[in-house]
């Protein structure tokens, strides 16, 4: 009797640490450089989602706001986090290629390089931008690479064009606004592009799809877990409380059908 005794007291803790261990999961959560919340604010905003993840895999699912673009990468190599949401986009899918995570979604509406001019621009055609002042967000920045491979793809090589890059999308416009430049490329999710037409601009040129704000999972998640996750975010729309969620976090809803063209994000963008 006493060596049974001595056992559990022995091995029901360990179990014990081991479910609260388990039933403890993390989402890291990174707006890129765009947002300006702070880590308390980040996790009211994704409160929501987090409860719905962790409903689908029953468990408790911590927010983790990662404001660096450097703590995100050693979360997603480390595996400290067990899903990430991010953008931009191409951290969730360098998750997915090396670092073992799976698919989840990625959100409506998706994301877009959008060729911006001034109201009073002469140029018509995407074509035309060859030999005028082209102005991008800084050269390693994702929507700079996305425009890039955007152009590349239309015969527009940047490496021979009269291009400057600046640090914030939002320089884009006060370059273009100021006539420091004659065109330039933005995020179409950006506050700039969001109000670009209502402010009397034109949107020259909308560029393919990709996908946005993608959510993966860390790869002891198991498939069964994804599916269930899935199911829970395609019926977000069909609830008050679903919509709530959604509006909070600023997307219109999931999609979980673009695992394919996150897998092939990074080739497309050449990184």
């Given amino acids: 009797m006493k060596r049974l005794l001595m056992l559990l007291i022995c091995v029901l803790p360990a179990l014990w640490t081991g479910t609260a261990q388990a039933q403890q999961l993390v989402l890291g959560v990174s707006e890129g450089t765009s947002g300006g919340l702070d880590h308390a604010q980040v996790i009211s905003k994704y409160q929501g989602l987090a409860e719905i993840i962790g409903r689908a895999v029953k468990a408790k699912v911590n927010v983790v706001f990662a404001r660096e673009f450097k703590q995100l990468e050693d979360g997603m190599q480390t595996g400290r986090y067990d ?55 800084e050269q390693v920045a994702y929507m700079s690479r996305f425009c890039m491979a955007e152009l590349r793809d239309k015969g527009i090589a940047l490496d021979k064009e009269r291009v400057q890059f600046v640090r914030e999308q939002a320089a884009v ?32 040129y909308k560029s393919v799809p990709q996908p946005y704000f993608p959510l993966v999972a860390n790869k002891k998640i198991r498939p069964e877990q994804l599916k269930a996750i899935q199911a829970e975010l395609l019926a977000l729309p069909d609830s008050e409380a679903g919509r709530e969620i959604l509006q909070r976090i600023g997307v219109e809803r999931f999609d979980v059908s673009s695992e394919q063209r996150m897998r092939e994000l990074l080739k497309w963008l050449d990184i």
């Fill in 83 to 137: 899903f990430v949401i991010a953008r931009p986009s191409d951290y969730p899918a360098r998750a997915m290629r090396d670092y073992g995570y799976s698919y989840i979604s990625s959100s409506k509406p998706d994301g877009q390089c959008f060729i911006i001019v001034p109201k009073d621009s002469a140029l018509k055609s995407l074509d035309e931008i060859k030999g005028k002042r082209i102005v991008l967000p």
């Fill in 173 to 204: 416009g006060f370059y273009i606004d100021n006539k420091f430049a004659d065109v330039g490329g933005v995020a179409s999710y950006s506050g700039l592009a969001k109000k670009w037409e209502k402010d009397g601009n034109r949107v020259l």
